[in-house]
């Protein structure tokens, strides 16, 4: 079988602040998604706000705290169960097909996917990914604890250059940050897998209107 490795709480591993806090280990597998700028108008937004905020309170933790140093400070399978949650009814908003949806047209989504595909093996390692109509969801992992930020952002520069060029516009054509998830067991990383196979089918997508990628593990 391909060599999987997950999160090991007892090894080194970093914690990025942006916006969103993102966990980063060496070597270990990791679900991430980004999505268009316009996959998420204002009244959308307030719509998830409010659903996240409910989920800290159900927690005892106060939105408009420190509520991201409060998740921390969860134990391990209760931050990664409500991070889940936060990421799932996400993307069920993302489903529901707001914004232009330009990766629908194949000749666009096909950018992303060869992007992603043109460097696995050498500078990260790539198992599954979707590219839906208005975001993308990928497995992967990444040598160095700081690789995985500058090589999302490296395959989001590049998307957009050329998927701008062929729409004959420019400016931002990603949200800025995204969601990423450290993978901690075979059994949540075949959940994962299920995932992304299922999310075209989820959104009600045609053939055409998606592009789903899932490497052979075998040896």
């Known amino acids: 079988m391909h060599e999987l490795r997950f999160f090991d709480r007892e090894a080194e591993y970093a914690v990025v602040e942006r916006h969103l806090p993102h966990w980063v280990q060496a ?3 990791c679900f991430l998604t980004y999505r268009t700028e316009d996959s998420f108008p204002e ?4 719509r998830w706000l409010s659903e996240r905020d409910s989920l800290l309170k159900q927690h005892g933790i106060d939105p408009a705290g420190d509520w991201r140093g409060a998740v921390r400070r969860l134990p391990l399978p209760v931050r990664s169960g409500l991070q889940w949650k936060f990421t799932e009814r996400f993307d069920q908003f993302l489903d ?17 996917a060869d992007n992603l595909r043109h460097l696995d093996g050498r500078d990260y390692s790539l198992t599954d990914f979707v590219v839906m109509p208005n975001h993308v969801h990928v497995l992967a992992s990444f040598r160095a604890e700081t690789d995985m930020l500058p090589r999302v952002e490296a395959w989001k520069r590049y998307q957009a250059r050329l998927i701008n060029a062929v729409l004959n516009q420019s400016g931002r054509f990603w949200q800025v940050d ?22 075209p089918r989820h959104a009600n997508l045609r053939g055409g209107e998606f592009v789903h990628y899932s490497k052979p593990l075998e040896a």
């Open 43 to 46: 009244p959308v937004l307030q």
């Open 27 to 29: 070597g270990v597998m």
């Open 96 to 112: 529901e097909g707001h914004g232009a949806c330009v990766l629908k047209r194949p000749e666009l989504s096909q950018i992303v």
């Open 178 to 199: 995204g969601f990423d998830h450290l993978v901690s067991s075979p059994e949540q990383f075949e959940h994962y897998r299920g995932y992304i196979a299922v999310n």
